[in-house]
């Protein structure tokens, strides 16, 4: 990784020409490389479901433990039932065991043992008739089918074997894997916990959603939807919510989150004056860099580590809008990369679009959009949404993807192909 540029303290970020903006794709390189996944944690299997599995899980008894029956019916050797295709074949019925019984029971040659779905075997035998191959009486059975050794029974090991590998390491654990996990005898399981991400917004213009804002008092935005968009990307969030701009206070309040935290996102933290009084507040911390990428909404942004874990942190635009097209554009694949995913990026695909899209020029634009799919073809659609200004966030709400502008152009007809990426689903 190269050297962070020198940084200034930034009271406003003038309008630089378009070769002094940072690309985006450098941006983002700076930001995937710091990123740092957890480490591992022990964990009860109840807790683990939806994290990367930290250790090959091996299992130290076989699954099943015991030969049982698989369905309901008669335990019995298959050799005294092998003729019951040609003729019915009775046998006495000597005992009945149900699931979870710890008695042993042996079976003489030519008898039959009433069997359980799930019981053990009795010894001697190797196969169960099902109760639909026989007239199911409970003294004297007749078979009616003959069944194979091994018929309908669970041999020990069916399943895993003793030492062999449970669940391996790098699997996510699913349902299937907790259940796995549970049948080997295994209470907890290494895990690498999701990447905590601290969400702190700044501006003494700032009250919580559950006060009424005065006059030049706006409410909260970024903290709640900057922290809905990290637990989506799969953190484990800390909404701080609002700090006022007070440089001691807002360092003291960063510095805490810094011991806590693998990603620390700072909201209304670039461009204009208080993003020059909130570099100067946190630029000593770290290796701080304030400045315009090459892309919008969004170009002001500023990004470095800090504390003595270089912990990444991010200052973003006050525009909610602005702030969570960032978000989704540099901070959600660091969180991916953390959690060990292999490609951290959202799925990208190829539309037309069904009406004209401006952009700026000099940066790479970041469109909110409606994807459709054509029934009849299966070709991709995108409706440009709210593409007059970059404060509409009503339009990011009815948004599914991200319409994808190069650099180089200002302008697309409807009926252009345009690369678009993913947004989370909604229900």
């Known amino acids: 990784m190269s050297e962070p540029e020198p940084t200034t303290t930034v009271t406003a970020v003038p309008d630089l020409p378009a070769e002094d903006f940072r690309p985006v794709a450098e941006q983002l390189n700076r930001a995937l490389s710091a990123a740092v996944r957890p480490n591992p944690v022990r964990v009860a299997i109840s807790e683990s479901q939806g994290l990367p599995c930290a250790e090959e899980v091996v299992a130290e008894q076989a699954l099943p433990g015991f030969d049982q029956a698989a369905v309901d019916g008669y335990a019995v050797r298959s050799v005294d039932v092998r003729t019951a295709g040609e003729e019915p074949v009775q046998l006495p019925v000597v005992g009945e065991i149900q699931a979870g019984s710890r008695q042993p029971r042996r079976l003489q040659p030519g008898q039959a043992v009433r069997v359980a779905t799930g019981a053990p075997l009795p010894t001697l035998a190797d196969a169960v008739v099902p109760t639909a191959f026989t007239d199911g009486h409970q003294a004297n059975v007749t078979v009616q089918r003959a069944v194979p050794s091994a018929g309908y029974v669970r041999r020990t090991g069916e399943d895993v074997q003793i030492g062999d590998v449970a669940v391996r390491a790098g699997d996510t654990i699913g349902s299937a894997q907790v259940g796995l996990l549970a049948a080997v005898g295994r209470s907890k399981v290494l895990v690498y916990p999701r990447p905590r991400v601290s969400i702190i917004s700044v501006g003494d213009e700032l009250v919580d959603v559950d006060r009424t804002p005065s006059v030049g008092q706006v409410y909260d935005v970024n903290s709640y939807a900057l922290a809905a968009a990290a637990r989506d990307a799969g953190a ?47 630029s000593d911390l770290g290796d701080l860099d304030v400045r315009r990428i090459a892309m919008h909404p969004g170009s002001v942004q500023g990004f470095g580590r800090l504390g003595p874990d270089s912990v990444p942190t991010f200052l973003l635009p006050a525009n909610p809008m602005s702030a969570l097209v960032v978000f989704e554009v540099m901070i959600r694949p660091l969180i991916r990369a953390a959690r060990g995913t292999k490609n951290p990026h959202r799925r990208a695909v190829d539309a037309r679009l069904l009406s004209p899209v401006a952009s700026t020029a000099g940066r790479k634009g970041f469109l909110r959009g409606q994807l459709l799919r054509d029934e009849t073809n299966g070709e991709y659609l995108v409706q440009p949404l709210g593409t007059s200004g970059a404060h509409l966030l009503a339009s990011l709400a009815e948004a599914n993807c991200l319409i994808n502008v190069d650099e180089e152009l200002t302008e697309l007809p409807a009926g252009e192909q345009v690369k678009v990426t993913f947004l989370a689903q909604r229900a």
């Open 236 to 282: 484990e969030v800390s909404r701080v919510g609002i700090v006022p701009l007070d440089p001691k206070r807002l360092r003291e309040t960063v510095e805490g989150r810094l011991l806590m935290s693998e990603v620390v996102v700072v909201a209304g933290g670039a461009g204009g004056t208080t993003g020059g009084e909130v570099y100067a507040a946190l």
